[in-house]
């Protein structure tokens, strides 16, 4: 048995009425009527004169009935040019809270819908977010601190912001299409919108996975939606269609709109038109002619499309364009739009019903593209029709029209919640100031509000039924900020230094509103802190014990024939990595203080530092023996007494080295040096030898030289 359906297509120029019988899985299109208004009830798709409308529908059912039997019910469609499309981002400080949640980016995500909504109704102060149904929305942009982003999911930074593309219905669109409809003694049986019509007609869910651009273009709108990933992305509307070609041929041919408007038809199916203008002159014109001075309008028609057709699809080209509508048979309009896409001649068509699947028609009924939308809104209002649900959010009840799978952003969105109170309020933030710089301590994060779908815990991405119960339960307000020193600070606040060789830690010197503190004290609104980590080689050395660094390097001198010395090496000396300092020095992480005591210095100490001779030597060879004949050279005097080299010098003392004149080296002076001795049962007499030659004991001897005693033994006669 078949099934008929009676659908309406109510347009800006007339209502087209249809009778479509369902056979098994396919459509047969059994009558058409198209009745044109003959007042001005239509702006933009949306009926401003109900009684006007009503009349044309009734004048549409009554034909139908005569032909078809009694009608009550009817689909219908809201027009596509009636949705209103937004772009709007929403911000969010991420600095010093955790990674970034899904359910945070849910949440963001509301908040641009919600500020498309608040844009939407800027300049319409009469009118409040209840007044619009959301019937879908697309995320164009994720940035992390200004730069554009894949995810959010899991990332960290200062500011986190989400651009989308969202589309409403206003209310009235519907509204006014249920009074016509009930003037006209008939039941709203289904209702779709006619983009989404016209994609179910067209574009079955198997290609929907794909990036295509539908577009109606009719008399004064050319309606655009936009498929991608199994759903409808975007809708949008361009204020311009047929009629503008139609006005560029009146206007260059002097014709009246009417004629205008059949000479434009007739070339896209006639090699010549023939013209009469509003003077009687008549003549025919070759078609590629006609086309040329109009070139100009077909243009911009186009290029507006696909400006737009880019803007809704995040400011890419679509993959294809499928064209329908009367304006689609507009010459060149296919080459135009691919030309402004930067897509292949191939990727831009006309469809008509025979890209309809599985649809078969009466014969006086033509297969042109302007039917398309008509028999697409009895099917999808069939097959997908639109119906209200009704559903409590927090006690409140809110209608929703189930224009695609409802969510609970959905419910939020009309029940009017803030995106802001899904968050517990952050605690009261806390300024400082840290060495003259203004450093502000965020309070707690709010926790996330909950919510309930029956009961159970959902997300804002959870799918809705008619009658769920959602509960919101509004999360805990964030703690007031607090903080100590200790929490301003990293680990570079601390120096590690030697001090010969033993490890120490320099601590921070800390004042808050100038009195003294440590790392553990505790932070109010508008403290002043300073911190200093410059530390001194003297503070470290009182803060560690060590002695007062003043008598450190200081001049360490004494007089030598009354000239003065300073002997650095027996004065009290500090070092920092090997190099002499002050006490006032700045020390590093890292450094490393040598101390050296003062050294109380002999005489002898002190000739060594002058490298001072003290001994007058001779080193020579006395009966093959190495010896060394030695005398002072000086008598020594500190602060005019004779001393020993042994004497303790202090720091200032006089020390005076007079030098003794001696005679030279000789001979006998080398017994002083010698044990030798001559043998006790020695009889006889002895030579002195010097380098091997005779000497006498007065002789002078030098360094070097060999000296020996030849004994001569007494010979018996």
């Known amino acids: 048995m078949t099934e008929k359906l009676f659908a309406l297509d109510i347009g800006t120029r007339s209502v087209v009425g249809i009778i479509l019988e369902q ?24 009926i401003h004169n109900v009684v006007y409308v009503a009349n044309v529908i009734s004048q549409v059912k009554a034909e139908l009935e005569e032909r078809h039997g009694p009608l009550t019910k009817v689909s219908v469609a809201a027009a596509g040019r009636s949705l209103k499309t937004e772009q709007a981002s ?6 010093h809270r955790p990674a970034l949640t899904e359910t945070d980016i849910d949440r963001l995500e509301l908040a641009a819908v919600q500020e498309a909504q608040a844009k939407l109704l800027e300049h319409k102060e009469d009118l409040k977010g209840s007044h619009y149904y959301c019937v879908g929305y697309s995320v164009l942009y994720y940035r992390l601190d200004g730069e554009e982003i894949g995810s959010l999911i899991d990332q960290q930074g200062t500011e986190a912001s989400i651009e989308v593309i969202a589309t409403f219905l206003p209310r009235v669109v519907v509204e006014s299409l249920i009074a016509a409809l009930k003037r006209a003694n008939l039941e709203m049986d289904g209702l779709t919108l006619e983009p989404i019509a016209a994609i179910n007609a067209l574009i079955p869910p198997s290609m929907r996975r794909l990036n295509v651009a539908l577009v109606d273009i009719g008399a004064g709108t050319s309606d655009i939606a936009i498929t991608d990933q199994s759903t409808v992305i975007a809708y949008g509307m361009v204020p311009t269609a047929g009629d503008e070609i139609t006005e560029a041929l009146s206007d260059h041919y002097l014709l009246d709109f009417p004629v205008a408007e059949t000479v434009k038809r007739e070339l896209s199916v006639s090699e010549h038109v023939t013209i009469t203008d ?98 697409g809104i009895a099917i999808a209002a069939q097959n997908t029709p639109i119906k209200y649900m009704s559903l409590t959010v927090n006690e409140q009840v809110v209608r929703l029209f189930e224009l695609k799978e409802m969510t609970v952003t959905d419910a939020l969105l009309a029940a009017n919640i803030v995106a802001s109170k899904l968050y517990g309020k952050p605690g009261l933030a806390m300024s400082v100031q840290l060495n003259g710089q203004t450093i502000h301590i965020p309070g707690n994060l709010g926790s996330p509000t909950r919510i309930l779908i029956n009961g159970e815990e959902a997300s804002m991405k959870a799918t809705i039924e008619n009658g769920d119960f959602i509960e919101l339960i509004e999360g805990q307000d964030g703690k007031p ?37 440590n790392k553990e004290t505790s932070l109010q609104e508008g403290d002043v802190i300073f911190v200093s980590t410059d530390t001194t080689v003297e503070e470290a050395l009182q803060q560690f014990g060590f002695e007062h660094s003043a008598h450190y390097n200081e001049p360490t001198y004494y007089y030598l024939n009354d000239q003065k010395l300073n002997m650095t090496a027996f004065q009290a000396q500090l070092t920092v990595n090997g190099l002499n300092v002050q006490g006032h020095h700045i020390l590093q992480d890292g450094d490393h203080i040598l101390l050296q005591e003062a050294i109380k210095p002999t005489v002898e100490d002190f000739t060594k530092q002058l490298n001072m001779t003290l001994l007058d030597q001779c080193q020579l060879t006395f009966q093959h023996e190495e010896i060394v004949l030695q005398r002072p ?12 080299l042994d004497t303790i010098l202090s720091i200032g003392d006089r020390i005076q080295f007079v030098q003794i004149e001696y005679s030279q080296w000789t001979f006998q002076d080398v017994f002083k040096y010698t044990n030798w001795s001559l043998p006790r049962d020695f009889k006889g007499t002895f030579e002195l030898l010097r ?10 001897v030098f360094g070097g030289d060999t000296l020996n005693l030849q004994l001569i033994p007494t010979t018996l006669v």
């Open 278 to 375: 509003i003077l009687g002159f008549e003549q025919q014109i070759h078609s590629t002619e006609v086309i040329s001075h109009i070139q100009g309008a077909i243009q911009h028609l186009s290029t507006n499309i696909a400006q737009e057709i880019k803007r809704l699809n995040s400011g890419q080209s679509p993959k294809a364009v499928l064209l329908i509508g009367g304006g689609s048979l507009t010459p060149n309009i296919t080459k135009e739009i691919s030309l402004a896409l930067d897509l292949p001649d191939q990727r831009v068509a006309v469809r008509d019903l025979n890209a309809i699947q599985n649809l078969t028609r009466e014969n006086h009924i033509p297969a042109t593209p302007e039917l398309v939308t008509p028999i």
């Open 481 to 517: 900020a607090t903080a100590t020193i200790a929490d301003l600070l990293d680990e570079a606040s601390n120096k590690i230094i030697k001090v010969n060789d033993q490890t120490y830690t320099i601590s921070s010197t800390i004042l808050v509103n100038g009195v003294p503190a």
């Open 90 to 95: 929403s911000k969010l400080s991420i600095q």
């Open 23 to 46: 056979i098994d899985e396919g459509y047969h299109v059994v009558d058409l009527i198209s009745k044109e208004h003959k007042e001005r009830a239509m702006v933009d798709g949306q």
């Open 633 to 644: 050279l000086y008598n020594i005097y500190v602060n005019g007494q004779e001393c020993s």
């Open 691 to 700: 380098n091997g030659e005779k000497a006498q004991f007065d002789a002078p």
